[in-house]
């Protein structure tokens, strides 16, 4: 069994902040330069997925669903499924730029993983959802026979890095000192016959981890 997590290609809201104030993010567009990146990163993204069938499941925000057209990929696709567990953390109301800065240092300084934006969620609620989504997954990849077993991601940073962290016990600590990966980056996860998952590469870190803890290359 195989899952390809993709971070969506570059957005508005990646380029110009204030965009969150006229625009609500689920409908923050690529820019240019991001429909680029999708279009480039089709060629490696095809290649991992042919011959198929494949199984994609895309999170429901407008640059996701932008980025997995561009990846064109639909004819290898056997389902495609919005999947709004797959979503961007909810960071509330944005409408006030002040207020984006003050929510922003009062995160860094509490911690990403259980802080909590005003009216939205914390790091901990998007990894609750992250996990039931990868539970029911797992459950359908074994179980449903017809079910592809190769599947394909599309969806953002932060929900790219709690899935792997759900997936390989990752610590609290080591969650937070991981870096989002590059806009179209991927990461290819693998399960063998013995139920061990592995994946390809780490993800760039900030800083070692306080606990001293590692991203591990697989477990049970």
């Keep these: 069994m195989k899952i ?3 971070r969506h290609a570059e957005s508005l809201g990646n380029v110009d902040e204030l965009a969150y104030c006229r625009i609500p993010d689920h409908a923050l567009p690529l820019t240019t330069m991001g429909e680029r990146q999708a279009i480039e ?3 490696a993204i095809r290649e991992l997925l042919v011959p198929g069938p494949v199984a994609v499941y895309v999170s429901p925000y407008l640059r996701t669903r932008q980025t997995l057209q561009l990846l064109d990929v639909e004819d290898l696709a ?4 919005a999947e709004p567990r797959l979503r961007e953390q909810d960071w509330g ?3 006030d730029p002040v207020e ?5 240092r009062q995160r860094h300084e509490f911690g990403h993983f259980f802080y909590r934006l005003a009216h939205g ?5 998007v990894d609750d959802r992250v996990a039931s989504y990868l539970a029911e997954l797992e459950l359908r990849m074994l179980r449903q026979s017809d079910h592809p077993k190769t599947v394909l991601v599309v969806s953002h940073g932060l ?3 709690l899935l792997c962290r759900r997936l390989f016990s990752w610590s609290i600590e080591l969650f937070e000192s991981l870096s989002n990966p590059n806009h179209c980056e991927y990461r290819i996860l693998e399960r063998d016959e013995e139920g061990r998952w592995s994946i390809d590469r780490p993800f ?3 800083r070692e981890a306080p606990d001293g803890s590692s991203q591990k290359p697989s477990i049970r």
């Design 4 to 6: 390809i997590l993709v």
């Design 93 to 95: 109301n944005l409408q």
């Design 204 to 206: 760039a870190q900030w």
């Design 41 to 43: 990163a089709s060629i």
């Design 121 to 125: 969620e914390s790091g901990a609620d």
């Design 78 to 81: 056997e389902r495609t499924v």
């Design 159 to 161: 929900a790219m890095r």
């Design 100 to 104: 984006q800065e003050i929510q922003k």
